[in-house]
């Protein structure tokens, strides 16, 4: 089902959470962003158009200064995302053009979403930027967005991009191969779950854990994330984004992942 979801799909959201762009030491995962550059333009060389929500910007600032490293305050927090959001870009510019695809970005806050005017200028941007082969990359400014105007986390950045879009499917990456029954970092026994088609009927019967170590979501927000799409009629695929390939091996069929399908 999964292999069929994607061949089905043309326009494509691909959110890269921190945990699965990094290293331990939270560094650039620079063979990771290879790899996913070659699946990536494998995709596009399919006919499909991809837009990638992606994190990162605070982890490559820390690296790149990582004098600030320890530092808590918002001030500092900001300017890492700052320096970092440089970094991150130079990076997927360099691994995409590779196979002379351009890059864009956009960065966006929660009010970019609620005004008409700005919803239809992203729109546009979006179209234009697709329509001639480039891939938008996009994440959100946190170098100017505190609590009030914070989106909060880029799995519901990916989620409102994919609405926005109006997106065939959105496929999110983890560190684990999609919603289990129980944690399977810590429960054996956990069985994962392949389908999903009733989100209510699933947050009652699993155990939500906490958020990871790099990044601002959990498995509550990817499911959230699936709500908001699936509520817009778009499937949502929640796939181990660590794994090697994961993209050309759920095209082969040769792992599994967890799909949220929409009601209608």
């Known amino acids: 089902m999964v292999r069929e979801l994607i061949e089905n799909s043309k326009k494509i959201v691909i959110k890269i959470g921190s945990n699965t762009l990094s290293n331990e030491d939270g560094s650039i995962n620079r063979e990771f962003l290879k790899a996913f550059s070659n ?105 100017v967005s505190v609590e009030e105007i914070k989106i909060g986390d880029n799995d519901t950045l990916a989620a409102l991009t994919s609405n926005l879009w ?11 191969d999609g919603i289990y029954d129980k944690n399977p970092k810590t429960c054996e026994d956990a069985n994962l779950i392949e389908e ?20 601002t979501g959990g498995i509550a927000t990817k499911i959230e994330a699936a709500r908001k799409v699936n509520n817009y009629g778009t499937p949502m695929i929640l796939a181990n984004g660590k794994k090697e390939n994961i993209i050309f091996k759920l095209l082969e069929g040769t792992e599994k992942a967890t799909i949220f399908w929409p009601n209608n």
Not at 166 to 176: E, G, Q, R, V, Y
Not at 196 to 215: M, P, Q, S, Y
Request: charged share 25%; hydrophobic share 45%; glycine share 8%.
């Open 39 to 143: 699946q990536v333009a494998h995709l596009m060389g399919m006919g499909k158009q991809v837009v990638i929500v992606s994190s990162g910007a605070r982890i490559s600032g820390v690296a790149t200064l990582g004098k600030w490293k320890r530092r808590q305050d918002m001030h500092y927090k900001q300017a890492l995302c700052a320096i970092g959001q440089v970094e991150l870009m130079d990076a997927y510019k360099k691994v995409f053009l590779d196979y002379n695809y351009h890059i864009a970005q956009l960065l966006l806050t929660r009010g970019d979403f609620s005004d008409p005017h700005r919803i239809l200028n992203i729109r546009n941007t979006l179209f234009t930027l697709v329509d001639e082969g480039v891939i938008p990359i996009i994440n959100e400014n946190d170098t």
């Open 166 to 176: 109006n997106a065939d499917l959105l496929i999110l990456f983890s560190d684990i």
């Open 196 to 215: 999903v088609r009733d989100i209510d009927a699933l947050v009652k019967e699993i155990e939500i854990g906490d958020t990871n170590d790099f990044g």
